[in-house]
């Protein structure tokens, strides 16, 4: 059998007559009469019982029929797959990122992909509060932040790279005061505190989460400290100047570390659920530039390039 045969098969199921089915298929309604019957002829079955009115499918008629359809989706897949495959990528990109990670390793690497495909034309938003993606009309965000709870089933997520939350602090900082051993000495500490959206106040007061990495018991303690800003840029610099201890990413001080101008303060504690994620409302089909980005960026960002 051949794609045309399966075509006209579920051409006259769907259309319930032949002359209804010529139509739909631009022929003569003798065309189909004549490739109908040469089709049962080359099976040996009946398809069809023909009534004056209807045409009914045979038991046999019902087998190809539901088998035709599974392989005339399968060409059609194939066609789009292969299609997609020869189009150049175009269209619209509206991604969301926090600033520091967006700014620092999603902003290059945005400028890279779009080079590669000149015809798309993205838009890349930062900010230090996850927006409503599907309200807002976004294709996804970078979030150091995995789908949970009642977004679980709206949304989808994807790690791209692992990342740490760790406590750090100067050595100045640390030989002047010195070096919490449990986290509940974090107490006693200059904290530097990132509010991380629009809704904390500065004066209201901050929580660590940390994970101890063998056993994975948490341990939530309530941070103090003269300075505090919702800039991790500033915090960072704060904390390189001698001023406190913070909790920060790796993809943001892995080098000041490597470089001892910072020191990893409870190295077997860090941040639960920090890693990298894409995040994006769910849809039955995301377009082919979005895969492609997702794609892309899991590429980039899979060896952790921020580490030293």
Known sequence: MERSDLELVTTVHARGSLSAAAVTLGVAPSVVTKRLAALEARLGQRLFERTTRRLHLTPEGEAVCLHAEKLLEGFAALEAELSDRQTALRGPLRIAATLGFGRRWLGPALAEFQQRHPALQIDLALSERLPDLGADGYDGALWLWS???????????????????????????????????????????????????????????????????????????????????NSGELVRDWCLAGRGVMLRSLWDIAPQIASGELRRVLPQYAMPDADIHWVAPWRPKTPRRVRLLVEFLAEQFRGEPWKP
């Open 147 to 229: 789908v949970q709870g009642a977004r679980s089933s709206q949304w989808t997520s994807r790690r791209l790279a692992r990342n740490q939350r760790i406590v750090a602090a100067s050595p100045d900082y640390l030989a002047r005061h010195g070096t919490p051993r449990e986290p509940v000495d974090l107490a006693s500490h200059a904290c530097l505190v990132v509010h991380e959206n629009a809704e904390a106040h500065s004066t209201a007061p901050a929580h660590w989460t940390l994970r101890h990495d063998k056993d994975s018991a948490l341990v939530r303690v309530r941070v103090q400290g003269p300075l505090s800003s």
